[in-house]
């Protein structure tokens, strides 16, 4: 199957920095998908973004689907951006596999 | 209506007791999965139904038992359970299991076994 990588694995920021998530994918995909889990436990679509580049708010991402890697852009962070962010693969009619995610953590 | 619902939030069973976990869609999604969670681990596939019909089962325990009555509901039947089950159960949906379509997902159901 199709292995994802999700860099770093943790992040701890000040409020108000900017970051950058990166998710690596082992072969071409479908299916690219940015979530957010929050403390609560519900996984909030961020992105859907097999390729190309998306903007919504603070949040940013793009996929460069020839060289198997998407990146998500966090701006001017806020403490309720804390949580897991996952990216998740798909290929074919296979269902999404997810990488093991990035733990953010912003502080006041 | 673009919301997976998915009842109770929260719940506490026994090992002996026999219970169910309820997910609803209202997209016109012909897809449903249900998705287990443990602590600092990503969602891993229980199961796929695409067009009410079972098509994946990733060799998930026979105390875990799919229903898929109609286009908008899935249901998780759980009997027997194990502590190690405790987990998030989370149930996501997709316009069909076509590579092209987004993933939509409930919030969950937090299950405790003792």
């Known amino acids: 199957g199709i292995q994802v990588e999700q860099s770093p694995p943790d992040l701890i920021l000040q409020e108000g920095a900017n970051s950058t998530l990166r998710c690596n994918f082992s072969?071409?995909?479908?299916?690219l998908q940015w979530f957010h889990q929050n403390p609560w436990g519900q996984l909030i679509n961020l992105f859907y973004?097999?390729?190309g580049t998306k903007q919504n708010g603070r949040l940013s991402a793009t996929t460069v689907a020839t060289e198997r890697y998407s990146l998500l852009y966090i701006s001017s962070s806020q403490t309720t951006d804390s949580g897991v962010y996952f990216c998740?693969?798909?290929?074919?009619?296979?269902?999404?596999?997810f990488g093991k995610g990035t733990m953010l953590l912003v502080s006041p | 209506d673009t919301e997976v619902t998915q009842t109770p939030k929260h719940l506490v069973m026994g090992m002996t007791n026999k219970k169910s976990l309820k997910c609803e869609q209202h997209?016109?999604?012909?897809?449903m999965y249900w998705y287990k969670q443990k602590a600092k681990k990503p969602p891993e596939l229980m199961f796929v139904?695409?067009?009410?019909?079972?098509?994946i089962n990733e060799s998930v325990p026979s105390r875990f038992s799919p229903e898929c009555p109609n286009s908008s509901l899935l249901n998780l039947h759980l009997h027997a359970l194990q502590p190690e089950d405790s987990a998030l159960y989370l149930c996501?949906?997709?316009?069909?299991?076509?590579?092209?379509?987004?993933?939509?997902f409930g919030s969950g159901t937090r299950l405790t076994v003792v």
């Open positions: 072969d071409s995909v479908n299916n």
């Open positions: 997209m016109g999604h012909r897809a």
């Open positions: 139904y695409s067009y009410e019909k079972l098509s």
């Open positions: 996501a949906s997709s316009q069909s299991t076509g590579f092209v379509y987004g993933y939509t």
């Open positions: 998740a693969v798909g290929r074919g009619y296979s269902t999404l596999t």
């Open positions: 973004i097999p390729s």
